[in-house]
């Protein structure tokens, strides 16, 4: 059976043709007599008194993921701290276990340096016992570099809900990346979770 993460990829639309890069001064810059894409700029933290970005000078990667967590209705929050040496290793090895039928959501915080990101999205696909089951794609936006007044982002996915039944019970593995327009990965990563009758 061919793999296929190879097509695990933000989707365009037809006709989609990506923009040309530009640095966060020429943003500011760029046609100042526009409203609209003032707004716009506005809304991306670009422009006059957006503040002095931060970042590491010799850490090359634009988007920099700090925390992973799931959120599970009634229960303490799971949360993976990725700037502790070997996190992302771990999360291969120690699945997580969601009760059949409950409401969990993930959430995602992270910087912004460097450069403005467009499109930024969060995919995932999942497995069970070798077959894939869902493939998902959620948007997250696009981004200007974090600032010292706004020194990081954070996004809660929507809420979803765990199958029910024996059915459905057992293990599945996930590989999720995150991914901009330019289908750039900033992070890739597999992890799994058990669909149990209760928590234990």
């Not at 040309?20 to 422009?47: C, F, P, Q």
């Not at 008194?49 to 090359?60: L, Q, R, V």
């Not at 982002?153 to 590989?175: D, T």
């Not at 901009?180 to 597999?190: G, K």
Request: net charge negative; hydrophobic share 35%.
């Amino acid at each position: 059976m061919a793999d296929h993460d190879d097509d695990l990829v933000p989707s365009r639309a037809e006709g989609y043709k990506l923009g040309e890069k530009k640095t966060v001064d020429e943003y500011a810059k760029l046609d100042a007599e526009d409203e609209a894409l003032n707004r716009w700029k506005a809304s991306l933290g670009i422009g006059a008194g957006s503040g002095t970005t931060i970042g590491d000078p010799n850490d090359k990667r634009p988007v920099v993921i700090l925390q992973l967590a799931l959120e599970v209705d009634g229960r303490p929050d799971v949360v993976i701290d990725l700037e502790q040496p070997g996190a992302v290793e771990a999360l291969t090895s120690k699945p997580f276990t969601i009760k059949e039928g409950a409401q969990y959501s993930m959430r995602v915080k992270f910087r912004v340096q460097h450069e403005v990101i467009s499109g930024l999205r969060y995919l995932q696909r999942v497995k069970r016992k070798g077959m894939q089951v869902d493939k998902s794609e959620e948007m997250m936006g696009s981004f200007a570099p974090n600032t010292h007044s706004n020194p990081v982002y954070e996004k809660r996915f929507a809420k979803e809900e765990a199958p029910s039944g024996m059915l459905f019970r057992g293990h599945y593995e996930v590989l999720s990346r995150f991914m901009d327009d330019d289908r750039r990965n900033y992070l890739e990563f597999n992890w799994s979770f058990d669909i149990k009758k209760s928590w234990d």
